[in-house]
């Protein structure tokens, strides 16, 4: 009888093949300044604007976290449920209210946090990067355990979901 393994190997920095000499070292828990500015170093070898974009872009994905995670938390909310005990409709309401000013705090961005849901992970990344080494790099996060690629509509959503629990 044969005998299978499972061997799982965590993947914490992506450097891709490159034959030139600079490479990109993405850092983990990249909300800390250290790791925000070696992740700025790394990504600045291949682009100034880059590596000032990605931090704009971690801040969008934490708006988005944000904005998406009352609804992660909780049943979703019914204010028409004629049924429900005070009890239930007090949450319903309270749930209502926190989404109503996260929306309203994040009204600037709805479109775009529309594109992370629906949209291919390339239209996402081209909007945000320049460099070709960079948007690879961050694609990864769109497709590992996705079983899509890239320019799959909806791969722009895995990118959020690698970040969700993150703070």
Known sequence: MPIYLLLTVPVV????????????????????????????????QFSLRDADAFIEYERFLGQARELIEPLLDSSPPNPWDG????????????????????????????????????APATNLLDRWFESEVVKATLATDAVIGAMVGPKSPGSAYVLLHHVMGEE
């Not at 005990?85 to 994040?106: C, V």
């Open 13 to 44: 920095v992506i450097i891709p093949p490159l034959n030139a000499a600079p490479y990109l070292s993405p850092y983990p828990s990249p909300s800390s300044p250290p790791m925000q500015e070696k992740n700025w170093q790394s990504i600045a």
């Open 83 to 118: 049924q429900a005990k005070w009890s239930e409709r007090k949450h319903t309401f309270a749930t209502l209210g926190k989404l109503l000013r996260l929306g309203w705090k994040s009204r600037g961005r709805l479109v775009s946090f529309y594109e992370l849901f629906t």
